[in-house]
């Protein structure tokens, strides 16, 4: 059950964002690193909802740098990779490529036409009870209720047979061939799954609040954006799948001077929703660089005397 | 009780009686609820599963462990759903990365007949936006009620969002054209028969003319919700908004209009008003004061910001505070040919790259963009709290942090035009004060 993909995963870079496409990374960073990024997509099978969402996974800067640096992904020119790989891809490939699709086309659609029928012999058997009962009944002698509970019956049964009928008109003809058209979420194959260096980018910009971001994670924390909770990271004490978020993160830098009201409004709002405000930043050294094993962090908590 | 953490944030607000629904999308949900829904059975069951449990923090049980890892395999089963489309219902796009164009076949027909315009610019004869970049042959589907444009050759053209949201959501099978995939005999435009998989489409479209990952989180997750959204003038930084020359004042009527009782009062004002300065004895004057309205009209020494009166000419709106989105809720008759007025107007903000809220002058340039809405109806005339709600203009501002979106309202209120003191005196009947509602 647990995939372990090729190291190093490609993280594609689009548009000054960054994407995870593969499933199998998705869940293994998120897995084995406690990457969970933010699902953007649309789920294919309930599409007109935002609480559950698909494919693909975009992932903060901070995230995609923390891979790179941990050795465990690589940065990929996605928009390079696709406009050079699809123009010199071979005849071959491709031939070789539509048809591993239409080989999966083939095999959805039987598995498709399997669960069709085994729902229609499900809704016949269905029929064949009623009609049981409906004899039964008959043969009761109650002259009274005979009229409109047959009706009835009848209703049903033209309910329950349109719909089946046609479909398995549909089916028998097939006029359309027997391939669904497959989108996949990946485009290895065709193309290649390692990026040749030229295609590879340099590590990610990241905010300042990196070193506080690092700190966290390397503490064990998930880590969310903190929009939601007008902070900068959310941070999850285990997988935001099962977890609440403990802590409401903020960067600073170590001397820098802000507003009392900060805390206060961020110590409110964080007690309010039974989270903790937390402040933190790295310590200077003598080169001016915030290092990341030296980040103190300090959790605020609304006193409410 | 699952969902402490998340009620606890609208404690304070029970006493307004305005009570905001729990968003499920706030959290990320546990996707073993997704299980219950059995997909295949062609929408029979659509409804969403409640939101589960969650646990305070992680513990070294076993039974913890189990139910995170059942979690995470629901997910990615979730997740690894594939994209198909049934020969019957499949719906066929080709990329066309060089923009609109005709069809090969007519492209050859006009070379033959008439020889004098033998390659026209992409996109403008044909009546299609020049930022489309996607055409699907076949347009079957609800969808395209408000997605896409048609060509005579009844070919609808999409652009980069709306092509990239159908194919998310397993909707249009996008396939690559014959001169990106090295075709030796392929034309510019020809379906090559492979199809676009969702990380290509992603490349593809992502920054393509001004679509940033941020609009598109918008654009999608508003999609989903069943709104109907479209790009509005000011999508490109360049256009100048057209948004604007709807935005005339409207003719409001003044304040006391010549009525034989206006004139009569405002010649009485004009008797009691008392001397402008103040630097010597009281604000309210030493004159006879035959009513209350008088006085505290006299008090009202601070000048106020009339949102009626516009300033001329508007202010430019600049990104990223422009109007890129025009909203129409799904109650909202769309027609795409001629589309209604708008029900919201949204410009869209990235967290990242704009940390602090935007200054006075890039929202009053922003709210200036948008027409004069002004709080009328019955309701409104009612309620002095939903007319400062309403206020005189208002835009919605999307800020998008990697991924995460919130929506904010702004609304130009004018609390100067709102006499508290009037209020009790005109309840019942309209006053001649506020702005009459004008049929729109």
Redesign the interface.
């Known amino acids: 059950m647990d995939i372990e993909p090729t190291l190093p995963i490609p993280i594609s870079y689009i548009a000054g964002s960054y994407f995870l496409f593969s499933i199998d990374a998705v869940t293994y960073l998120r897995r084995e690193h406690h990457i969970c990024g933010v699902l953007s997509g649309t789920l294919p099978q309930i599409p007109q909802q935002n609480v559950f969402l698909g494919l693909p996974l975009k992932l903060m800067p901070e995230e995609a740098r923390l891979l790179v640096e941990k050795g465990v992904a690589c940065i990929v020119d996605e928009v390079k990779v696709q406009k050079d790989g699809m123009r010199s891809l071979m005849e071959e490939d491709r031939k070789k490529y539509l048809r591993e699709l239409e080989s999966q086309g083939q095999h959805a659609m039987r598995l498709q036409n399997d669960r069709k029928e085994q729902q229609r012999e499900k809704a016949l058997k269905k029929i064949e009870e009623k009609k049981a009962k409906a004899k039964a009944r008959k043969s009761e002698p109650l002259p009274a209720a005979d009229g409109p509970s047959e009706g009835s019956v009848v209703d049903l049964f033209a309910n329950d047979q349109g719909p089946d009928q046609t479909s398995r008109r549909s089916s028998t003809a097939a006029p359309y061939g027997t391939v669904m058209g497959v989108t996949p979420a990946t485009s290895y194959p065709p193309l290649p799954y390692e990026s040749s260096a030229e295609q590879r980018l340099p590590l990610p910009d990241v905010p300042s609040s990196y070193p506080l971001f690092a700190h966290l994670h390397s503490e064990g924390y998930f880590l969310s954006p903190g929009l939601r909770f007008g902070c900068q990271y959310l941070a999850y004490p285990g997988d935001p799948l099962r977890f609440h978020s403990h802590f409401l993160g903020v960067s600073a830098e170590w001397d820098e001077e802000f507003d009392l009201m900060k805390i206060v409004a961020g110590g409110r709002l964080g007690t309010g929703v039974k989270k903790g405000f937390l402040i933190g930043g790295a310590e200077k050294t003598e080169d001016g660089a915030g290092d990341p094993s030296s980040v103190r962090t300090f959790s605020i908590e609304w006193g409410g005397m | 009780m699952a969902d ?3 009620a ?2 609208h ?2 607000s029970q006493d307004s009686g305005m009570h905001i629904d729990t968003d ?8 073993r609820m ?1 299980n219950s ?1 059995s ?3 062609d929408g029979s069951q ?1 409804t ?1 599963p409640k939101r589960g449990e ?5 513990n070294p049980t076993l039974f ?1 462990a189990d ?2 890892s059942a ?3 629901a ?2 089963n ?11 219902t ?1 719906v ?1 796009g080709v990329f066309a990365p060089n923009g609109p164009a005709p069809p090969r076949s007519a492209q050859k027909l006009d070379t033959i007949t008439e020889e004098s315009e033998p390659s026209k610019p992409a996109g403008t004869g044909m009546g299609i936006h020049a930022d489309a970049c996607v055409y699907v042959s076949n347009p079957k589907g609800q969808y395209f009620k408000s997605i896409g444009q048609a060509d005579r050759w009844n070919r609808v053209w999409l652009l980069p969002e709306e092509a990239l ?1 159908l ?5 249009l ?2 396939r ?1 054209p014959c001169s ?3 075709c030796a005999d392929g034309d510019e435009t020809e379906d090559s ?8 489409a ?3 479209f ?2 393509r003319s001004g ?3 941020e609009r598109f ?1 918008v654009y ?2 508003l999609r ?3 709104y109907t959204i479209v790009r509005a003038p000011g999508w490109h930084d360049e256009e100048e908004s057209a948004d604007s020359s709807e935005s005339e004042p409207m003719s409001l009527e003044k304040p006391q209009s010549a009525s034989l009782v206006g004139i009569f009062n405002q010649l009485l004002q004009w008797l009691y008003r008392p001397s402008p300065t103040t630097a010597l004895g009281p604000v309210a004057g030493l004159g006879i004061h035959r009513s209350y309205d008088n006085i505290y009209r006299s008090l009202s020494i601070i000048p106020w910001y009339d949102p009626t009166t516009s300033s001329s000419p508007p202010p430019r709106a600049t990104a990223p505070y422009r109007v890129v989105f025009h909203i129409y809720k799904p109650s909202t008759a769309f027609k795409k040919s001629a589309p209604p007025a708008p029900d919201f107007r949204l410009a869209v903000v990235n ?2 790259t704009h940390t602090t809220f935007p200054t006075s002058s890039q929202l009053g340039a922003l709210l200036e963009s948008t027409p004069l809405d002004p709080p009328v109806g019955e309701k409104m005339s009612r309620q002095l709290y939903m007319r400062l709600r309403h206020g005189y203009r208002n835009v919605i501002l999307a ?6 979106v ?1 929506y904010l309202r702004i609304a130009d209120s004018a609390f100067g035009k709102e006499n508290i003191y009037k209020e009790k005196n005109t309840r019942g009947n309209k006053g001649p004060w506020r702005p009459r509602p004008k049929g729109r």
């Open positions: 402490t953490d998340e606890a944030i404690m304070p499920l999308s706030d959290e990320t949900q546990d996707f997704l829904i997909f295949l059975t659509q969403l969650k646990d305070f923090e992680p913890q139910v995170l979690s995470r395999q997910m990615h979730a997740l690894s759903y594939p994209r198909l489309h049934h020969p019957k499949q066929i949201y194919l998310e959501r397993g909707s099978d996008i690559w990106e995939v090295g028969g492979i199809p676009m998989s969702l990380q290509a992603h490349a593809a992502m920054g679509l940033t990952s989180s999608t997750g989903r919700l069943g967290a990242r800020v998008v942090d990697e991924g995460v919130s």
